[in-house]
């Protein structure tokens, strides 16, 4: 049985899957998915709740968690000891347990809310309760689980298991649109845009961070702090386009980094090699906004993912 979540889409919405073979009997994981007493211990949030269908639920975060405040959510299923599900913000989070053996099988899923912008999010949230689920089963065993900092590694893993890096490509009437759209978690904007300009002031020319040698930097268009910065590209020393970095925030989705560049038609060649660039770019970017230096450049990536997009 893997023990590495899944993501799928199941009635149009997309669903993390994650399923582990615990050695306790279902009453006693029971009480480890619902008492409140309990859940303190795993689950990132303090929950207030009914067991009762329909009951209210509150879940408030701890001072030095990354989301803000607390959340609302709703009792949907009661089903002891077989199946608990309830609301979490936009989300809807169903722990089922089917006896296996001597002890029992959990089957956790969370299918998520909010659109595309919540599926972007699925990786650090994967990342997010493998650790949970850990803490839960080290707990149920009556172990100390150890400290672990593995968390950037875990959700860079799942942004390439689940495709949550990859750009697309779209014809336009004189050329190409290359985007992409990757999740920050919950860094704030304005966090987000002093590493993406070097806590300078932007002026005529880009900061180095927002740029990569495929694209040679031209003139800045668009500043606009913490959200929108934007300036062209050239091609043998004359503009060939645009380049667009767009950091948007939503309180209940979390922040995501928009990129977008403008290629005409005449340079359609360079458009894998673009696609593998930024690519890699936002992955350093993601990596070091969370305190990892991902130096040298990865060029073996590029590579790699040049034959990917072509």
């Known amino acids: 049985m893997s023990e590495r979540a899944t993501l799928s889409t199941i009635d149009g919405k997309p669903t993390l899957r994650f399923e582990r073979r615990l050695r ?45 405040g607390a959340w609302d959510g709703e009792v949907l299923e009661v089903d002891p000891p077989k199946v608990f599900m ?5 989300d809807v989070l169903r722990f089922e347990l089917i006896p296996d053996g001597d002890g029992c099988r959990l089957v956790f899923t969370q299918t998520v809310g909010g659109g595309w912008i919540g599926k972007l999010g699925s990786a650090r949230s994967a990342a997010g309760w493998d650790q949970c689920l850990d803490a839960m089963q080290a707990r149920l065993d009556g172990e100390t689980l150890p400290e672990s900092d593995d ?73 606009e702090a913490p959200h929108v910065l934007e300036y062209e590209w050239l091609a043998d020393g004359s503009p060939a386009g645009s380049v667009r970095w767009a950091i948007e925030s939503d309180p209940a989705l979390g922040v995501r980094v928009e990129l977008t560049q403008t290629i005409p038609a005449s340079l359609a060649d360079t458009v ?35 034959k990917h997009y072509s």
């Not at 029971?30 to 509150?58: K, S």
């Not at 930024?278 to 969370?290: D, P």
């Open 24 to 68: 306790h009997a279902p009453e006693k994981v029971w009480r480890a998915v619902t008492d409140p007493a309990e859940l303190i211990h795993w689950f990132p949030a303090a929950v207030e709740a009914e067991l009762r269908p329909g009951a209210p639920m509150r879940f408030t975060f701890p001072e030095e968690a990354v989301v803000d």
């Open 86 to 90: 309830f609301r979490w913000n936009q």
């Open 151 to 223: 968390w950037l590694s875990l959700a860079e893993r799942y942004i390439d298991e689940f495709g949550l890096g990859e750009g697309t490509v779209t014809k336009t009437d004189d050329g190409f649109t290359l985007h992409f759209a990757r999740d920050l978690v919950w860094k704030p904007p304005a966090e987000a845009w002093a590493f993406l300009t070097e806590e300078a002031p932007v002026r005529d020319e880009p900061p180095l961070p927002a740029t990569n040698d495929h694209a040679p930097p031209g003139r800045v268009i668009t500043a």
């Open 272 to 306: 894998a090699e673009s696609l593998a660039m930024w690519h890699v770019h936002l992955e350093c970017f993601f990596a070091g906004l969370h305190g990892v230096n991902r130096c040298p450049w990865p060029t073996e990536r590029v590579t790699q993912l040049t």
